[in-house]
């Protein structure tokens, strides 16, 4: 899982907690959402308007609809939970995966790759946290 800051050059990444095909990989997807949000509370002034970048269609649409499968909710309202203690406003658009190569390398643990597309690009691991985790085994 990765995900990052271009405005910052930082970038974060986690090795999947559980095996890729004990859940969709979908789940993966808006959990990495709910991490760059997490993650945004450090580097962006409340107040902010955010925009987040994913290349997972159905990802978009839960957080643009707020509306998912009952096994998503947990992160559907932490994200919520957290633009409105932030006072953040957010938008998630559609990035084609092939234009979506930083991202890719860092999920990859590709980071000679990524450093080489962002010179500078500064890349830390996450703990993701256990309580959303929880909903993948549901």
Known sequence: ?????PSISLGFQSALPYSP????????EAFVVLMAVHMATHY????TWVALFSDNLNT???????AALPHYNLI?????????????????????????IVTD??????????????PGLNIHTF???????????Q
């Open 127 to 137: 703990q993701p946290p256990q309580d959303v985790l929880g909903a993948a085994s």
């Open 21 to 28: 095909h004990s859940c969709p990989i979908f789940f993966f």
């Open 1 to 5: 899982m990765g995900f990052w800051f």
């Open 105 to 118: 390398a860092l999920s990859h643990w590709d980071n000679e790759h990524a450093t080489h597309i962002v």
């Open 44 to 47: 962006v002034p409340q107040g």
């Open 76 to 100: 559907l309202l932490a994200v919520v939970d957290i633009f409105l203690s932030h006072d953040f406003d957010f938008c998630v658009f559609h990035i084609p995966g092939p234009h979506n």
């Open 60 to 66: 978009v649409s839960i957080f643009n609809s707020l």
